[in-house]
């Protein structure tokens, strides 16, 4: 590899990092809009799209210049296309973080539902996932990663869970299905970005070692 190359991919990875970075601060930030009914956060959540998205698109540009201009091979190739794709579902998990603000705002707007809607569990899950894959990411650690895809199952199993509250809600407090159908798109972006988050550790372990393991994480398990 040459000089110039090694320092347009470090580049490249502290971009990635300061995004992630961000990002992990709009999703901890929504959740706690929700937690708290706080729709000042809810705001700052929506505020912050924009930067996401600016450093999105800069990364984007950064990582196609080093391909127009390198032409890399092998395990550089690799990081810069998995970057490539962590970057992409990244800004996809800001997005989530605006959804779920926006439904945080309205139920502020609301009086509160006497329903057990416990998130903690879920957010708690959540956070951890985006947190890990992050985490494996910097450290290029694919075990780390593994273990984040492994998590995935719990919030899966957590959102069924939620649609079941929602739907006995629904019985039991019919005025309130506007709000009760909130809580369920919430509970489905947090699912969704758990789903991401499972993506970025599964391009960590493509990076590391060039397993594609999307889908099969078992696989990965038995040849680790």
């Known amino acids: ?64 210049k080093i391909l127009a201009l390198h032409q890399p091979v092998a395990i550089d190739l690799r990081f810069i296309v998995a970057v490539l794709k962590i970057n992409n579902d990244l800004e996809r998990i800001g997005d989530l973080s605006v959804n779920i603000a926006e439904r945080a705002m ?32 910097v450290k290029m650690d694919p075990g780390m990663a593994k273990d984040v895809c492994a998590s995935d ?3 899966d199993e957590i ?13 039991k407090h019919p005025s309130r299905f506007e709000c009760l159908i909130h809580f369920l798109l919430v509970s489905r972006h947090l699912e969704r970005i758990a ?14 070692n060039g397993n594609i393991v999307r889908h099969k994480v078992e696989d990965y398990v038995s040849s680790s």
């Open 1 to 64: 590899m040459s000089v110039h190359l090694l320092k347009e991919i470090e580049k490249l990875k502290k971009l990635i990092i300061a995004e992630g970075t961000v990002v992990e601060e709009s999703v901890t930030l929504s959740v706690s809009s929700i937690e708290n009914r706080d729709a000042g956060q809810a705001r700052q959540v929506i505020k912050m799209d924009d930067e996401i998205d600016q450093l999105e698109v800069n990364l984007e540009e950064e990582g196609l």
């Open 106 to 137: 309205f139920l502020a707007s609301r009086p509160p539902l006497d329903i057990p809607f416990d998130f903690k569990a879920m957010t708690a899950n959540v956070r951890m996932m985006l947190a890990h894959s992050l985490d494996a990411l």
């Open 153 to 155: 199952d719990i919030v």
């Open 159 to 171: 959102n069924r869970k939620m649609y079941a509250k929602v739907h006995e809600g629904i019985k």
């Open 195 to 208: 789903d991401l988050a499972t993506n970025i550790a599964e391009d960590v372990i493509y990076m590391i």
